[in-house]
């Protein structure tokens, strides 16, 4: 199940999110929408870097049940400069926000793709053509 805090005025199609959710894992994720400086201010809380990005995850280590289910973790999206970064690529602010989840719901799956061998990236691509979504993050950042 997807749990969705939009702090932002920004709307858009959240459906993909919640079957890429549900392909992902049977746990409850969180997702936190937010802006630059919202982004910013947890970038530097918990990772000490006093700048803004565009997606960042907090898995849960035991926080116990909701719901029924364990939950997965927090994944927290920089909405603000997802849709600038749709403009510039010419695709859907849906896409691009599919494709952040994806990355973020995937280091709460334990993938690193700064510390594994393409693991992180492999399932990136196989999700990407199955939900139909553009370039993957990791592709871009290379």
């Given at each position: 199940m997807l749990e969705i805090n939009n702090e932002?005025?920004?709307?858009?199609?959240?459906?993909?999110l919640e079957r890429i959710a549900e392909s992902l894992t049977p746990k409850n994720i969180e997702l936190?929408?937010?802006?630059?400086e919202g982004i910013?201010?947890?970038?530097i809380a918990f990772r000490?870097?006093?700048s803004t990005t565009d997606v960042l995850s907090f898995p849960f280590d035991d926080m116990g049940i909701i719901d029924g289910k364990l939950p997965l973790g927090s994944v927290?999206?920089?909405l603000q400069m997802?849709?600038?970064?749709?403009?510039?690529?010419?695709?859907?602010?849906?896409?691009?926000?599919a494709l952040l989840f994806i990355h973020g719901g995937l280091h709460l799956l334990g993938y690193d793709?700064?510390?594994d061998n393409g693991e992180h990236r492999a399932k990136e691509q196989q999700l990407m053509e199955l939900f139909n979504?553009?370039?993957?993050?990791?592709?871009r950042n290379q």
């Open positions: 932002t005025n920004i709307c858009f199609d959240i459906s993909i936190i929408l937010t802006d630059n910013k201010e947890l970038n000490s870097k006093d927290v999206i920089n997802a849709k600038t970064i749709s403009e510039e690529l010419k695709h859907s602010l849906e896409s691009e926000v793709h700064e510390k979504l553009p370039k993957s993050l990791i592709d």
